[in-house]
T-cell receptor, first 121, second 110 residues
Framework: GAVVSQHPSRVICKSGTSVKIECRSL??????MFWYRQFPKQSLMLMAT?????????EQGVEKDKFLINHASLTLSTLTVTSAHPEDSSFYIC?????????????????FGPGTRLTVL | QKEVEQNSGPLSVPEGAIASLNCTYS??????FFWYRQYSGKSPELIMF????GDKEDGRFTAQLNKASQYVSLLIRDSQPSDSATYLC??????????FGSGTRLQVQP
């Protein structure tokens, strides 16, 4: 299957600093990538849809000025958590869509990155 | 009503038994559904997806979809301790991103 990488895998930072997380599709081009956040013992919650060459689409309740998303190329999307605070500590996971063909039909399949564990002190 | 619902569990089964995981969805327009397995601290990994009514088998896993009842299930035959994880059901509910259920924690007892 397709491979999506994330960097860094783990980051610890002080409150008030900004943290950038990279998401790359390694062997395919992705016009659309997604950013999820997962708190302990909870499911994945979609934060935003990252669109190559245009503005990201944020889910309700997600502050676009706090979580800056840039999708400057077909293989790279970045999420910057600005002025991070302890409540932003979470597991951030990106994914990318790829159309796959099965029994003659095209379907969207999402491939997930390995995730980034952010801890804000 | 949540768009994709799962019983949080935990579901405990003995080794070698069949584990049955269930999921319901609210959007009748949803076309395809996915089952992911997630180990603690790791990203979800795709087990299989299903888009047609009926059963789809892949090794020890069988996914079942009933669009009339808006119900998706995953059966794991010959459960192994290594199958112990959280299983996430997901579907496309009118958006390009997947909508996830809250996940069911499975424990396979040796």
């Amino acid at each position: 299957g397709a491979v999506v990488s994330q960097h860094p895998s783990r980051v610890i930072c002080k409150s008030g600093t900004s943290v950038k997380i990279e998401c790359r599709s390694l062997d395919f081009q992705a016009t659309t990538m997604f950013w999820y956040r997962q708190f302990p013992k909870q499911s994945l919650m979609l934060m935003a849809t990252s669109n190559e060459g245009s503005k990201a689409t944020y889910e309700q309740g997600v502050e676009k000025d706090k979580f800056l998303i840039n999708h400057a190329s077909l293989t790279l999307s970045t999420l910057t958590v600005t002025s991070a605070h302890p409540e932003d500590s979470s597991f951030y996971i990106c994914s990318a869509n790829l159309k796959v063909r099965q029994t003659g039909r095209l379907y969207n399949e999402q491939f997930f990155g390995p995730g980034t564990r952010l801890t804000v002190l | 009503q949540k768009e994709v619902e799962q019983n949080s569990g935990p579901l405990s089964v003995p080794e070698g038994a069949i584990a049955s995981l269930n999921c319901t969805y609210s959007d009748r327009g949803s076309q395809s559904f996915f089952w992911y397995r997630q180990y603690s601290g790791k990203s979800p990994e795709l087990i299989m997806f299903i888009y047609s009514n009926g059963d789809k088998e892949d090794g020890r896993f069988t996914a079942q979809l009933n669009k009339a009842s808006q119900y998706v299930s995953l059966l794991i035959r010959d459960s192994q301790p290594s199958d112990s994880a959280t299983y996430l059901c997901a579907g496309y509910t009118g958006r390009r991103a997947l909508t996830f259920g809250s996940g069911t924690r499975l424990q396979v007892q040796p």
